[in-house]
């Protein structure tokens, strides 16, 4: 099994910044792409922002210019720096990861439990 722990949301004015962080930990031989998605209050559940194993990167037009995504493979772990906040970037943001446990496996897409961000003056 894998674990993936969000961390870095709060409360942030607008035209503040954020950084999220999620790390995935337990039985890993490999993580292809990992990814945010954030899901508000009565609304689907939307790609923010994905990156490959070879750090590829992938945005939603809302966040496009504002929003980098980025990696540590060797931490397991993947950021989203997030500027330029506005109200409309209001929601639970959730990390995934595409997991192999072992070599020539299959892969298995994890989530975390989310963190909230909330842009409010």
């Known amino acids: 099994q894998v674990q993936l722990v969000e961390s870095g949301g709060g409360l942030v004015q607008p035209g503040g910044s954020l950084r999220l962080s999620c790390a995935a930990s337990?039985?890993?031989?490999?993580?292809?792409?990992m990814g945010w998605y954030r899901q508000a209050p009565g609304k689907q559940r939307e790609l923010v922002a994905s990156i490959t194993s070879g750090s590829s990167t992938n945005y939603a037009n809302s966040v496009k210019g504002r929003f980098t995504i980025s990696r540590d493979n060797a931490k397991n772990t993947v950021y989203l720096q997030m500027n330029s906040l506005k109200p409309e970037d209001t929601a639970r943001y959730y990390c995934?990861?595409?997991?192999?446990?072992?070599?020539?496996?299959?892969?298995?897409?994890?989530w975390g439990q989310g963190t909230q961000v909330t842009v409010s003056s």
């Open positions: 337990g039985t890993i031989f490999s993580i292809n792409a």
């Open positions: 995934n990861a595409d997991v192999t446990h072992q070599a020539g496996g299959l892969t298995f897409r994890y």
